[in-house]
């Protein structure tokens, strides 16, 4: 909690708050880090071995390959989203499963099949960037912003 | 030398993995904090043009967590200014991401039609 919020509350919450934050349970840091080390590296490597079968095989070059490899790795997370065995990795791996592009499509997939109930156009369409929306948001403008950036210094003269 | 490249990839890889577990444990970010902050900073290492050297060396273990996206963001709207003037900054900005969104949201889209909610 922020102190800003702090402030407002009366001395009885502050205590409450202190004492709710003593009573937490201490996460294992180095653990989930341990787990998130292994599955994330795990995924990696296994887009790794998608785009070494898609230039060894399919005749794409280093650059290319991107795309298919993502495409696939999307395919398969979207798959194991709906079987509901992601959510179960998910739980034991923690950023090791949603830092990877198949986190992001994990997020869509969940959001999409969450929210049919509420029908297809609103639900479905309407909630499926509810969670992944601030990656593309945060994403595109900063991606906008670096850019002009880099245009500008360009034109002065500059790198 | 494939093996190595496999090798590099899995170290990477998780270490941007654990980049991001740091975020959430030790500074109580959301997940979706956490990989907004990756994008972000996946967008200012490629227009500094670090992230193109990292993914030389860690080729898929650079390419596949979510912070390339922001790389990749900026290296489409670079290429595309270089062809078009200024106005190519907005229409090259989801060139290079633009199979990895279309294919989320294509197939998003399909397993809200074949699955249903569980737990």
Redesign the interface.
């Given at each position: 909690m922020s102190n800003k919020k702090k402030k407002k509350l009366t001395p009885t919450q502050q205590q409450y708050q202190q004492y709710a934050k003593q009573r937490e349970p201490k996460r294992p840091v180095f653990l989930n880090c341990a787990r998130a080390f292994l599955v994330g590296g795990l995924i990696c490597t296994l887009g790794q071995g998608l785009q070494w079968m898609f230039i060894s095989y399919f005749g794409f070059d280093e650059v290319t390959a991107g795309n298919p490899t993502a495409a696939v790795l999307i395919i398969i997370s979207v798959l194991l989203t709906g079987l509901g065995v992601y959510d179960h990795i998910a739980q034991w791996a923690g950023a090791g499963t949603a830092i990877p592009v198949t986190g992001f499509a994990n997020t869509m997939a969940s959001a999409a099949i969450e929210h049919r109930s509420e029908g297809y156009v609103l639900g479905v369409g309407g909630n499926m960037f509810k969670i992944s929306g601030p990656v593309i948001t945060y994403g595109v403008f900063f991606a906008f912003v670096v850019s002009l950036i880099k245009i500008i210094i360009k034109e002065l003269g500059g790198m | 030398m494939?093996m190595e490249?496999?090798l590099w990839?899995?170290?990477?890889?998780?270490?941007?993995?654990?980049i991001?577990?740091?975020?959430?444990?030790?500074f109580r970010l959301t997940?979706?904090?956490?990989?907004?902050s990756?994008?972000?900073a996946?967008?200012?290492l490629?227009?500094l043009g670090l992230y193109e050297p990292l993914i030389k060396f860690?080729?898929?273990?650079a390419?596949?967590?979510?912070?390339?996206?922001?790389n990749s963001?900026?290296k489409g709207?670079?290429a595309e200014?270089e062809m078009n003037g200024?106005v190519g900054?907005?229409t090259g900005?989801?060139e290079v991401t633009s199979?990895?969104?279309s294919?989320?949201?294509v197939?998003?889209?399909?397993?809200?039609l074949?699955?249903?909610?569980?737990?």
């Amino acid at each position: 909690m922020s102190n800003k919020k702090k402030k407002k509350l009366t001395p009885t919450q502050q205590q409450y708050q202190q004492y709710a934050k003593q009573r937490e349970p201490k996460r294992p840091v180095f653990l989930n880090c341990a787990r998130a080390f292994l599955v994330g590296g795990l995924i990696c490597t296994l887009g790794q071995g998608l785009q070494w079968m898609f230039i060894s095989y399919f005749g794409f070059d280093e650059v290319t390959a991107g795309n298919p490899t993502a495409a696939v790795l999307i395919i398969i997370s979207v798959l194991l989203t709906g079987l509901g065995v992601y959510d179960h990795i998910a739980q034991w791996a923690g950023a090791g499963t949603a830092i990877p592009v198949t986190g992001f499509a994990n997020t869509m997939a969940s959001a999409a099949i969450e929210h049919r109930s509420e029908g297809y156009v609103l639900g479905v369409g309407g909630n499926m960037f509810k969670i992944s929306g601030p990656v593309i948001t945060y994403g595109v403008f900063f991606a906008f912003v670096v850019s002009l950036i880099k245009i500008i210094i360009k034109e002065l003269g500059g790198m | 030398m494939i093996m190595e490249k496999f090798l590099w990839a899995f170290v990477v890889g998780g270490a941007i993995c654990v980049i991001g577990q740091i975020l959430m444990d030790v500074f109580r970010l959301t997940p979706a904090h956490t990989t907004s902050s990756l994008v972000v900073a996946g967008t200012i290492l490629g227009g500094l043009g670090l992230y193109e050297p990292l993914i030389k060396f860690a080729g898929a273990g650079a390419t596949v967590p979510i912070s390339s996206f922001g790389n990749s963001l900026v290296k489409g709207a670079m290429a595309e200014y270089e062809m078009n003037g200024i106005v190519g900054v907005l229409t090259g900005i989801f060139e290079v991401t633009s199979a990895g969104i279309s294919a989320a949201i294509v197939f998003a889209f399909m397993a809200s039609l074949f699955f249903k909610p569980k737990g």
